[in-house]
């Protein structure tokens, strides 16, 4: 979730469904524009000039608690 004007007036309003995503996010925040411009500029950088591929998830870490992420970890065990 990437705190947008959009979002804002959507997904981060106080009476949509999804906003309870806010308080589990692991890093504890929203995400703003700069983290996935940030991850954008690194990516088409020389720094990552041996990158070929990767799924680069910019969400905070949300991905790791999803429901459902736990029992997929157990069934891989």
Do not use: C, Y
Not at 8 to 29: A, D, F, K, T
Not at 42 to 60: C, Q
């Amino acid at each position: 979730m990437i705190d947008t004007v959009g979002s804002r007036s959507n997904l981060l309003s106080e009476e949509h469904p999804m906003r309870s995503i806010v308080e589990r996010i692991p890093l504890g925040r929203v995400g703003v524009p700069a983290d996935v411009v940030n991850a954008t500029v690194f990516l088409v950088s020389g720094e990552a000039s041996f990158i070929t591929h990767a799924n680069l998830v910019i969400d905070g870490g949300w991905s790791t608690v999803l429901p459902g992420a736990l029992i997929q970890k157990e069934s891989r065990t």
